[in-house]
């Protein structure tokens, strides 16, 4: 069973602070590093994803920071609003590999 | 607008019993995916399908069983076997790896209680 480790569990911020989601992987076959955000009661939804060509991508407020060779990735969201309280997951994937393994989840709170 | 439709969105079931989760996509997407979603530990992977009448275990198989007779639809069976089946179901569906792109698309979920 392939591994990925996200931490940490929980994370509280105040309004317009930058939290932090970490990922670290194991296979480096993978080719596709998505992350998910999911409110209570929903699936989860794509929110970012990068492959391991680049180190950095940013959508919005929303960045991934890409370590290949330490086989890390992470989440910053940048001026965090109340909105963005969810739970996050770190997932990966390629194109050869046809499903997607999924991180263990942070549940993020952002105080107004 | 497409989507995935996930029913019911709630059910209860006594010990001992089968029970069937739909799941109808109408997104013309190739593959099709059941996850187990419990409170710290993230999305796991049940089963999945590819093409029609063709499924692959994933990594929490056993008590489950499922279908893929129609490209639309991917029913998921708890049975009396998963000894543990209180947990929310989440389906999902991804227009098809050699398309190059992963991304899944998710139904709204199932939550299933056993009393």
């Known amino acids: 069973q392939q591994q990925v480790k996200q931490s940490p569990q929980s994370l509280i911020v105040q309004k317009g602070g930058i939290p932090i989601i970490n990922c670290a992987y194991e296979?480096?076959?993978?080719?596709?590093f998505p992350w998910y955000q999911q409110f209570p009661g929903k699936g989860p939804a794509l929110l970012i994803a990068i492959r391991p060509d680049v180190s950095e991508k940013k959508e919005g407020r929303f960045t991934i920071s890409f370590n290949k060779s330490a086989k890390q990735f992470s989440l910053h969201i940048m001026d965090s609003q109340p909105g963005d309280s969810a739970t996050y997951f770190c997932a990966f994937g390629g194109t050869s590999y046809g499903k997607l393994t999924f991180g263990q989840g942070t549940i993020l709170t952002v105080h107004p | 607008d497409g989507g995935i439709t996930q029913s019911p969105k709630y059910l209860f079931r006594k010990e001992g019993q089968n029970v069937t989760l739909s799941c109808e996509q109408n997104?013309?997407?190739?593959?099709m995916y059941w996850y187990r979603q419990d409170p710290g530990q993230g999305l796991r992977l049940i089963y999945y399908s590819q093409i029609v009448n063709d499924f692959q275990k994933g990594d929490i198989a056993e008590g489950y069983s499922v279908s893929r007779e129609k490209k639309e639809s991917f029913p998921l069976t708890v049975t009396s076997a998963q000894k543990n089946p209180t947990a929310f179901y989440l389906c999902a569906s991804m227009r098809g790896q050699s398309s190059g792109a992963n991304v899944l698309t998710f139904g709204a979920g199932s939550r299933l209680t056993v009393l």
């Open positions: 997104l013309n997407h190739d593959a």
């Open positions: 296979n480096t076959a993978f080719d596709y």
